[in-house]
């Protein structure tokens, strides 16, 4: 059969209502994580064109997701617009998948069956390619469905069972295992024989399996400053916030371009990884259910990993000071520095709390209370949005000099001359224009439809602004929008799904255009 044209999933044809007979046309899905080669996407497809030309189907659009994960939809950008078209009326009466795991590896079976549901409710139906059942609503099928469904759950379980015990082996020899070094640090990449290959700068990963990452020194600058740090602390009782004010006074930022805090301070003398010591699993996110906080029992530690920063005495004073900081304090006077803080802000957070001089750290209330939540409930505070606002928020914050420093790295190597402002995050690009970077939450409204606000900061007067727009879980980013500050009249934008061609104009799937911006061309002759 000679093989038909495939439409792009990215621009839909929708013909809700046409009255045209979508009986023999279909949509493949394919997704990869990272799991087996036989599940590369050209492996599925080549499957699915197998099966679909036995069956006379004729496939009009292909929707591919590599490298994604199965467990939830975060992330799975064709997923969510597969499901968004089939929502809206599609060109397609089928979804041709090549076994139920690429559908997903949800924890719960019944996810995996509602999003079929809501397929079949579109009058799509959804057909596994590579498994031994015809998806026809018989009772056998339905039931090897389920089965399949939850053994595809359980893969994920045992597949995570075992990368835990694999970096947990990996820590305790000492190979880093992800993350920003932090000051003071950075982060060498080793070959299997632990030779050094190189300085992985920020937003660079290893890319061969048997390499291996570990912290070593940094600049002897951010050496002395650390050490600096811990001598005010330890040997003249210098408090955290007097520390960040000096070294703000003396022109000293953090790794991340930002003055130092009360709260950036703290980390630095509490993280163990100043001593040398490689700590792992201090928070979990497994299966991507729930964000757990370890107590330090449950972390896993290889000792003297690193070369020391500090010896090991002198980070033993400094968290002995800060212990006994808050043990002299009885669960009584911790809720009410907290109350009296909540009365004087009139709201709190992790953040507010590290920053406030003289209050034990929010690390102290999550470990008396069990969590802060608990502790802000004690004092009779409820945060008035959903709390997973404020993480999502940290979290970007601190994505933010990694996206920066990958839009430097693409000008830089498509030839381009770029100089960022320390204090800004301002790019200056061959001295022709400048460019400044935003990460744009995504939010939901009521009904559940996505909105996404970009803020332009009109202080900057940045020619360019690069507006990332997050996925659906405030994971990865979904898009790039390039706004020219001579088109903008407005200094917030709110932005839906699609916003007419005076916004949308300016979206791009990747950043390619703007590199090309920053490109040089070579002469070969001048007239």
Same mark, same amino acid.
């Given at each position: ?6 439409k ?9 209502g ?26 599925q ?26 467990l939830?939809l ?21 979804i ?26 579109a ?20 039931l ?51 030779e ?28 002395e ?10 040997e003249?009782g ?32 509490t ?5 040398g ?29 690193? $070369? +020391?920063? @500090?010896?090991?005495?002198t980070f %033993?004073?400094? &968290?002995?000071?800060?212990?006994? !900081?808050? =043990? ?17 802000q ?8 590290d ?15 069990g ?19 404020f ?12 996206v ?9 190597r ?16 061959n001295?022709?224009?400048? $460019? +400044?970077? @935003?990460?744009?939450?995504?939010? %939901?409204?009521? &009904?559940?439809a996505?909105?996404? !606000?970009? =803020?332009l ?33 407005k ?9 007419g ?20 061309t ?6």
């Amino acid at each position: 059969m000679e093989r038909q044209p495939v439409k792009v999933d990215s621009e839909p044809s929708l013909i809700a209502g046409t009255g045209d007979d979508r009986s023999t046309l279909a949509a493949a899905y394919v997704r990869m994580s990272t799991d087996q080669q036989r599940y590369s996407t050209e492996n599925q497809l080549a499957t699915i064109r197998t099966f679909a030309e036995a069956r006379n189907i004729r496939i009009v659009r292909i929707y591919e997701d590599a490298g994604k994960s199965g467990l939830s939809l975060n992330g799975r950008e064709a997923f969510q617009r597969l499901l968004s078209h089939v929502e809206q009326g599609a060109d397609f009466g089928m979804i041709l998948v090549y076994d139920v795991s690429r559908w997903g590896r949800f924890q719960n079976a019944d996810h995996a069956a509602h999003l079929e549901f809501l397929c079949y409710r579109a009058n799509i139906i959804v057909l596994y390619c590579a498994e031994q059942f015809h998806n026809d609503g018989s009772i056998g099928a339905n039931l090897l469905k389920t089965v399949k469904r939850v053994m595809a759950g359980e893969y994920s379980r045992e597949l995570s069972v075992r990368v835990f015990a694999g970096q947990s082996r990996l820590v305790e020899k000492g190979f880093w295992q992800g993350g920003l070094a932090g000051y003071g640090l950075r982060r060498l990449l080793i070959d299997e024989n632990r030779e050094p290959k190189g300085e992985l700068l920020a937003g660079e990963r290893k890319n061969l399996q048997t390499d291996r990452v570990i912290l070593v020194p940094g600049p002897p600058d951010e050496v002395e400053t650390v050490r600096q740090i811990y001598r005010l602390f330890v040997e003249q009782g210098t408090d955290e916030s007097e520390i960040a004010a000096r070294l703000n006074r003396t022109g000293y930022v953090t790794d991340l371009g930002r003055p130092w805090t009360r709260g950036t301070v703290h980390q630095v003398l509490t993280n163990p990884k100043y001593v040398g010591d490689n700590v792992f699993n201090r928070v979990s996110f497994k299966l991507k259910m729930r964000r757990v906080v370890n107590p330090p029992d449950h972390w896993v530690q290889g000792r003297g990993a690193f $070369a +020391a920063l @500090v010896d090991l005495p002198t980070f %033993e004073r400094a &968290a002995k000071i800060i212990d006994d !900081r808050s =043990r002299k304090l009885s669960d009584a006077e911790l809720l009410e520095l907290l109350r009296t803080l909540l009365q004087a802000q009139g709201s709190i957070s992790s953040l507010i709390i590290d920053e406030q001089k003289g209050m034990p750290s929010s690390s102290t209330y999550r470990s008396r209370f069990g969590s802060l939540l608990r502790a802000y409930k004690l004092v009779g505070y409820s945060p008035r949005r959903d709390y997973r606002y404020f993480q999502i928020n940290r979290r970007l914050r601190a994505l933010h000099p990694d996206v920066v420093a990958v839009v430097v790295q693409g000008l830089r190597r498509a030839g381009g001359q770029v100089r960022v402002e320390a204090a800004t995050g301002l790019l200056h690009v061959n001295d022709e224009f400048t $460019a +400044a970077v @935003v990460i744009s939450r995504r939010r %939901e409204t009521p &009904a559940g439809a996505p909105r996404w !606000r970009i =803020r332009l900061d009109t202080g900057l007067a940045a020619d360019i602004t690069v507006a990332v727009r997050m996925d659906c879980g405030n994971v990865a980013p979904l898009d790039y929008y390039l706004l020219p500050r001579l088109d903008m009249t407005k200094s917030n934008l709110r932005l839906a799904e699609s916003n007419g061609l005076s916004l949308d104009g300016y979206r791009f799937e990747s950043l390619d255009f703007l590199y090309a911006l920053a490109a040089r061309t070579k002469l070969e002759e001048v007239a």
